[in-house]
């Protein structure tokens, strides 16, 4: 199931706490590239189908390969790339509210898939209720 793309932003901003929604879209959009980098093409891609315009994009643009990274550089490639004003433990909370609501809005299936390929570091980064067995 795809759903609408404003709805999308709009959870991920509230799960996040982020009041405006081009910072949330922003923090989606960082977090979906990020991730896209460090899991299969093909992950990448069953993933981005299931996400609206640029959210689905961005998870299947992979501009490098993130072979290996940790949960650690993972959250401080996404801080880093939504840019001025986000520290890492806003970094942590928007890539868990991204899982959450793209869990609960169709994704669940797709983000589980992607999971199983990243270390077991990146557990507390799914630890979502929407994202729960």
Known sequence: MRTDYDTLVDDIA?????????????????????????????????????????????????????????????VELVAEREGIGVDEADAVRHVRAVVASVAAHGGHDELQRARRELPEGFAPLFETAEFAN
Not at 23 to 30: F, P, V, Y
Not at 35 to 45: F, H, P, Q, R
């Open 14 to 74: 509230a799960r996040a706490d982020i009041g405006n929604l081009a910072s949330a879209e922003r923090a989606a959009i960082e977090t979906l590239v990020t991730l896209g980098e460090c899991v299969s093409t093909d992950e990448a891609a069953a993933l981005g189908v299931c996400l609206p315009g640029a959210l689905g994009d961005a998870v299947t643009e992979r501009p490098d390969s993130r072979d290996g990274i940790t949960a650690e550089g993972f």
